[in-house]
């Protein structure tokens, strides 16, 4: 196990419905050491790499890319989330649909803080259908910028997100891949990275994009 898989197994709680709640040390609560020890395995994972800006989006991406952003050296600019929103033509506009709140949230970017000439790094904290994500890729390319990378900290593999994104050829690197989890014991089961490719696009789940907005 590595190190946020040890800590997801120490002070991770299993919900029904297939949640894991991590809000003792990355989403709520934030142990920055361990934000700390992320960022410089993303900085590994995508050292070869030209990325000169780190996209996230509020609320939970936020301290993640921040303390990322430190090893790379680069500015983190985070999507906002709205109900409604103010088209004036300076923002880029993607539509992620909300699968708690049953609805869609407009993610929003200003136009000014992505051009053509950047390489962006996403980072998020959780991967499940995928939906947040493809959102933010869709506003990187609308912006002409590159995506060079995605660095995700939970990826749900039993859930369809990671294999639809790799299949896009995307570089996806997780630094947790959890494939199973039991409500009732508190069990969760991890995916042996070293055979990622092997079984990533075998256990997904074919589900409808939604993005679980549980921040
Ligand atoms: P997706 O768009 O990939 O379906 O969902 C991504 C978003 O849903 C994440 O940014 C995260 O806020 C939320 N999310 C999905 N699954 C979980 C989960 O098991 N636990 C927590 N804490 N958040 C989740």
Redesign the pocket.
């Known amino acids: 196990m590595n190190f946020l898989e040890e800590r997801i197994v120490k002070d991770g709680v299993v919900?029904e419905g297939?949640?894991?709640?991590?809000?003792s040390f990355?989403?709520h609560q934030m142990d920055i050491k361990l934000l700390d020890q992320m960022g410089a395995e993303f900085k590994r994972r995508f050292a070869d790499k030209p990325i000169n800006k780190i996209l996230t989006?509020e609320a939970?991406?936020i301290g993640i890319a921040c303390v990322a952003a430190q090893h790379f050296n680069v500015p983190v600019v985070f999507a906002k989330k709205s109900q409604s929103i103010n088209l004036d033509g300076d923002m880029y506009v993607a539509e992620?649909?909300s699968?708690t709140h049953k609805c869609i949230n407009h993610v929003i970017v200003a136009q000014k803080f992505l051009n053509p000439e950047d390489h962006v790094l996403i980072i998020?904290?959780?991967?499940?259908?995928?939906?947040?994500?493809?959102?933010l890729i869709q506003i990187v390319q609308s912006s002409g910028a590159t995506v060079e990378g995605i660095g995700i900290a939970?990826e749900?593999g039993f859930?369809s997100?990671g294999r639809i994104i790799r299949n896009l050829g995307f570089q996806l690197e997780s630094l947790a891949i959890?494939d199973g989890m039991n409500a009732e014991t508190g069990e969760i089961q991890f995916r042996d990275q070293s055979k990622t490719e092997l079984n990533g696009t075998e256990k997904a789940e074919d589900e409808i994009?939604?993005?679980?907005?549980?921040?």
Do not use: H, M, P, Y
């Open positions: 919900k297939n949640v894991l709640k991590v809000d990355l989403n989006i939970s991406g992620v649909e699968f998020d904290d959780f991967l499940a259908n995928g939906c947040a994500l493809q959102g939970i749900k859930q997100g959890v994009c939604r993005s679980a907005t549980l921040d």
